[in-house]
């Protein structure tokens, strides 16, 4: 599950690049893993960010830098695949 500013994020990247309109990011497909979240939500703490990984049966929370990574990634897939 990924926080709305992470999805955000990658609709305004893909806006910025090619001017698209509406895009639909998926936070639940190919099996759950977890909360994926932003740098703020892990320097404010809370169950997300911090503790949530049990749960799902994960060794630790994702790191801060996740929801730069994912959004770095779906537009590179974009440009990749020729969307952006």
């Known amino acids: 599950e ?3 500013e992470i999805g955000q994020a990658i609709e305004a ?3 910025d690049a090619n001017g698209i309109a509406e895009t639909l990011v998926l936070g639940y497909a190919n099996g759950m893993v977890g909360y994926l979240c932003t740098a703020n939500a892990y320097a404010e703490g809370g169950y ?3 503790q949530a990984h049990r749960a799902y049966n994960r060794p630790a929370p994702f790191t801060d830098d996740t929801a730069t990574a994912l959004t770095d990634a779906a537009l590179a897939l974009a440009a990749a695949v020729g969307v952006a």
Do not use: F, I, N
């Open 13 to 15: 990247g893909l806006a």
């Open 48 to 50: 997300e960010s911090g």
């Open 2 to 4: 990924l926080m709305l």
